[in-house]
C-alpha cells in the first residue's frame, strides 16, 4: 500500500510524452500605489526552495539586485510530497513569518480549492498570508522592472531594453529545449519520446555551445536575465540530469565553452553562492519516486572542478555588470552550509 500523498507516479506518464502544465498564478507586483499588488517593501515573502532551478532563479535575481531587504525570503526543505512544499528545515517546520508548515496553506488561503500544483517559486502577501504569484519568468522580470526604488547601487540591468528583441528568442529557446528539455528527457514514458527529448535537448546545447565560444555570456559582455535562466540548469546538469533524467550524450564538462561559462558564472558573486548541491540531489532521487523507486542519493560527482579557472575574461572587453557592481556576500541566515557547497570537495 502507498502513502496517500506519495509522489510515485505524478510525473512519469507511461507511454507519453511530457507536458508542463503552464497555468500559473499571473497576478503582477506593480510599482504603482493603486495596483491591487503595489510594490511595498517588507509586504512580501519569496518562497524558493534551493532545490528547484525555477525557483533558483528569483533567489539570483534577488541577490543580484540587492532586494535582500525588501523581500524576504523563505526557504522550504528540498523534499515534498503530492500536497506541497514544507518548511521542514525552520524551527518547528514552521516558516517564522508566514507562520504555516506548507506553502499549500498561501495558496488556499487565497483559492481554498486551488485544482493545480503547488509550485515554487512563489510570491505571497505576509499580512493577508495569501499567495500572490507563482509565475516565475515574469516574477524575475518584474524584480528587474518594478522594484528598482529598492535596488541597491550597483545593480545590474539584467533585462535592458536595447537587448530585448534578440534576447527574448534567446530566452525562449533556453526555456523550450533546455530548461524544460531536461524534464521532458527524464519523465519521458516511452523510448521514442525520450529520444525525441533526448535530441531535442543535445541539439540546444549544442547551439548554445557554439553561440559562447565567441561571448563571454549569452548577449555579449555583460551578465543579463538569459544567463540566470541558463545557469540553472548548467548547474543542476552533471549532479542530477546527466544520470537521474538520462541526459547523457556528454557531460556538461565535456563541453568546453559551456562548461567554463558555467564556471564564470557559479564563481560570480550571487550565483554559485546561492547553488547548494545536496539538496539539489536529495529532492530529485527522492521525490522522483517513480523513476529512482530506492530514494539512494548519489554521493558524486566530484564538485571541486566548477571552483576552477574558467579563462573567459579574454571574450570580452567590459566588466560583467557593466558599470554595476557584483553583490556583496549573501546574509548569514541564506549562506549555503559548507558540507552542501562546491568547496567541501576541495582536498
Excluded at 505524478?10 to 506593480?30: C, M, S, W
Excluded at 525570503?73 to 523534499?79: A, D, R, S, Y
Excluded at 517546520?93 to 500544483?117: K, S, T
Aim: hydrophobic share 35%.
Amino acid at each position: 500500500m502507498t502513502d496517500d500523498h506519495s509522489t510515485r507516479g505524478n510525473y512519469v506518464k507511461q507511454g507519453a510524452e511530457f507536458n508542463r502544465d503552464t497555468q500559473y498564478i499571473e497576478d503582477r507586483i506593480l510599482d504603482d500605489p493603486q495596483a491591487d499588488w503595489p510594490v511595498e517593501t517588507g509586504r512580501y515573502r519569496l518562497v524558493a526552495a534551493r532545490a528547484c532551478p525555477w525557483a533558483n532563479r528569483t533567489m539570483i535575481v534577488r541577490r543580484l539586485l540587492g532586494l535582500e531587504d525588501a523581500i524576504s525570503l523563505g526557504m522550504p526543505g528540498p523534499t515534498h510530497d503530492a500536497r506541497s512544499w514544507t518548511f521542514d528545515l525552520d524551527p518547528g517546520g514552521v516558516d517564522p513569518v508566514l507562520g504555516i508548515e506548507r506553502l499549500q496553506q498561501a495558496f488556499f488561503a487565497r483559492f481554498p480549492d486551488y485544482p493545480r500544483g503547488i509550485t515554487v517559486p512563489a510570491v505571497v502577501d505576509i499580512p493577508t498570508g495569501a499567495v500572490v504569484t507563482n509565475d516565475f519568468p515574469q516574477i524575475t522580470l518584474d524584480f528587474s522592472s518594478q522594484w528598482t526604488r529598492f535596488h541597491r547601487d550597483g545593480a545590474p540591468d539584467l533585462y535592458p531594453e536595447s537587448l530585448r528583441e534578440e534576447m527574448d528568442p534567446v530566452m525562449r529557446l533556453i526555456y523550450t529545449e533546455i530548461n524544460n528539455g531536461v524534464y521532458r528527457c527524464g519523465f519521458a514514458g516511452g523510448q521514442d519520446a525520450y529520444e525525441k527529448a533526448f535530441d531535442r535537448l543535445f541539439t540546444a546545447l549544442d547551439t548554445i555551445e557554439e553561440r559562447l565560444t565567441t561571448r563571454r555570456f549569452l548577449m555579449g559582455d555583460r551578465i543579463t536575465e538569459a544567463d540566470v535562466r541558463l545557469f540553472t540548469t548548467l548547474a543542476r546538469f552533471d549532479a542530477v540530469y546527466y544520470s537521474h533524467f538520462k541526459c547523457n550524450r556528454q557531460r556538461l564538462t565535456d563541453f568546453p565553452a559551456l562548461w567554463g561559462y558555467a564556471r564564470d558564472l557559479f564563481q560570480t558573486p550571487g550565483f554559485g553562492d546561492t547553488i547548494d548541491f545536496q539538496q539539489i540531489k536529495e529532492h530529485y532521487f527522492i521525490v522522483h519516486e517513480d523513476i529512482n523507486p530506492t530514494g539512494v542519493v548519489p554521493v558524486g560527482p566530484d564538485l571541486s572542478g566548477w571552483l576552477e579557472d574558467h579563462g573567459r575574461e579574454s571574450l570580452a572587453e567590459d566588466a560583467p555588470f557593466g558599470e554595476g557592481t557584483p553583490p556583496g556576500p549573501p546574509r548569514a541566515d541564506e549562506v549555503v552550509p559548507h558540507a552542501h557547497s562546491a568547496d567541501a570537495w576541495v582536498k
